[in-house]
């Protein structure tokens, strides 16, 4: 399994990015993918994630309201489209993925994932 993360940058305070993460290896549609970040000094924590056979999603409190989470199943990528974005946002950027396990749950603990992509940047100026 591999997963391929992109779409990060530099953008200013009340900007836009959106982030792709590109799935493949998978044997079935049975997994779903999170977005996690981490900030510099500060712990991984998991903002949203979306299930690719049910598109079961989980949005944290942090980023609701600004942060929407979408998939393309034809092309196995995984979209964060990051709006009103702030300062607080800056931070890598991590995509993962794990089976679906448990109908209906969601997994946002970056312990609950099995497979990881490489970071995207994502710097907010004010």
């Known amino acids: 399994v591999q997963l391929q993360a992109s779409g990060g940058g530099l953008v200013q305070a009340g900007g836009s990015l959106r982030l792709s993460c590109t799935a493949s290896g998978f044997t079935s549609d049975d997994y779903q993918i999170g977005w996690f970040r981490q900030a510099p000094g500060k712990e991984r924590l998991g903002i949203s994630c979306?299930?690719?056979?049910?598109?079961?999603?989980y949005i944290d409190s942090s980023v609701k309201g600004r942060f929407t989470i979408s998939s393309d199943n034809a092309k196995n990528t995984v979209y964060l489209q990051m709006n009103k974005l702030k300062p607080e946002d800056t931070a890598v950027y991590y995509c993962?993925?794990?089976?679906?396990?448990?109908?209906?749950?969601?997994?946002?603990?970056?312990?609950?994932?099995?497979?990881w992509g490489q970071g995207t940047l994502v710097t907010v100026s004010s």
């Open positions: 979306i299930g690719r056979s049910d598109g079961r999603t």
């Open positions: 993962a993925a794990r089976s679906n396990g448990v109908s209906g749950a969601v997994y946002s603990t970056a312990t609950a994932y099995d497979y």
